[in-house]
């Protein structure tokens, strides 16, 4: 089975920002490196110039210029009834004129970027199950809206017509065309520099994060983690006998200056520079930019946790980490889990080139190679532009639901939480006064049929700030009202004690 191209495709990673340059140069900016780079591949479909001029929140006539611009230069093409793609002879340029013209763009955009930086009677179990799906369960996405007759459908496709071939012993990097799918998506929306023989598909992220641990650390090695930090992946990463040291996170992200030198040196670091896992920020480019350095003179490896970046809604999602010219240093991991079902345990990991082997090797000791029925669904449902139209419909839904969630939290518990961050994502974190006792709350809380995290559970260090981390992806707005309301409750009892 052959690559495919995608009927329906996300926007690619374009930054458009507040700066001298005209937005129509941006764009055409953005597109050409894009192609240069390879992160845009000859023959791949682009969206139209009023999609991407939605995406971006401008008007669409900075669009057509570039798109002209383009299209008049031979960088891209158009096809009678079809849309407009990448132009098929891109792929005869010299690798070069790519290279040279990506790197300097990228000095261009590091420098503008490092000047903008500094310028109840129900029995246990029922109690359980309830929390498990009612507010404010965190990483569980909007269950009720997934297609299922959709994937239903491909299911039974696939089902039907499996081959010999794909009932036998599959690829240990998992199958080939997901693999090629999963390169598009990550090199067009995340600006991942990639392709499909980097890709390992796995049982969801927390998979990636144990092959992490078994190439990248042993025993005494010294990991650096963000603090707080994503509790699973800490169990994870340390889990070959690693030292774990706490970086504080502030507003701007990881703190990279506060990163002390480790005797024997550092092996790597966990971040979520995206949307940071509690408190949601953002890491600003300077930090992004110090860290990558930071890797390199330490010849250490940065493990990219990019769990939820597709839901952000003050801006376009951010771009990657590995794509800022760290493709050789970082090691980027995502999932499938929140943007479709946690059920489908599948994930995927970008390695550089140099350790690719290695990875490989873990992951037969562990696994063999990832069951092949979901690839195929998955395939087509990556393919087909289902997946695009997904989470751009969910983006809108969990907007809604964010809005409802903070709205309620303003009105109803204005002088008690604290809300942090809630650009992104598809939960929130809010802050307690000092000497409540979060994990008190969480236990009362749960009693109600409330589920939520202690923000003091993901601190290592010994300085830990109360607060409580709520999901709202997977509950309806009018359930997250009367989560509020119970909560409230709870808050009420908790600071009379």
Known sequence: MGKRSARETFVPFVAVAADARPLYRQIYDGYRVAILEGRLRAGQRIPSTRALALELG??????????EQLLHEGYLEGRSGSGTFVASSIHELPATAASAAGAAHR???????????????????????KAEFGAFRVSLPALDQFPNRLWARLVTRHARAMSAESMAYGDPAGYLPLRHAVADYLR????VACDASQVLIVSGSQMALHLCARVLLKPGDTLYFEDPGYPGARTALAATGATVRPVPVDAEGLAVRAMRPAKGGASAIYVTPSHQYPLGVSMNVARRL?????????????????????????????????????????IYTG??????????RI????????????FLAQRLALDLFPQTLDQLVLTDFLCEGHFARHVRRMRAIYQGRRDALVAEIERRLGGLLSIVNA????????????????????????????????????????????????????????????????LSQVLAEVGRR
């Not at 994930?347 to 082997?357: C, E, N, T």
Request: with cysteine; glycine share 8%; aromatic share 8%.
């Open 107 to 129: 000095r261009d955009s590091r420098d503008r970027a490092i000047a903008t930086s500094s310028a109840s009677s129900k029995p246990p179990q029922a109690r359980e199950r």
């Open 188 to 191: 067009t929306a995340r600006a």
């Open 423 to 486: 650009d992104a994502g598809m939960h929130l974190t809010a802050r307690l006064p000092a000497g409540f006792d979060d994990a008190e709350v969480v236990r009362l809380a749960r009693a109600r049929g409330i589920s939520a995290i202690a923000l003091s559970s993901c601190y290592v260090a010994n300085t830990r700030d109360p607060g409580l981390v709520l999901g709202f992806g997977g509950v309806p707005e009018a359930d997250l009202v009367r989560g509020v309301q119970a």
């Open 58 to 67: 401008i008007s669409r006539l900075p669009v057509l210029t570039a798109f």
């Open 347 to 358: 994930g995927y990991l970008v390695a550089p080139p140099s350790l690719v082997g290695a």
């Open 290 to 330: 110090a860290l990558l350095e930071w890797a390199r003179r330490q010849r250490a490896w940065i493990v990219e946790d990019d769990y939820d970046s597709d839901y952000r809604y003050s801006s376009r999602p951010l771009g990657a980490l590995q794509g800022m010219n760290g493709a050789d240093r970082v």
């Open 335 to 344: 999932t499938f889990s929140k943007v479709l079902f946690p059920a489908l």
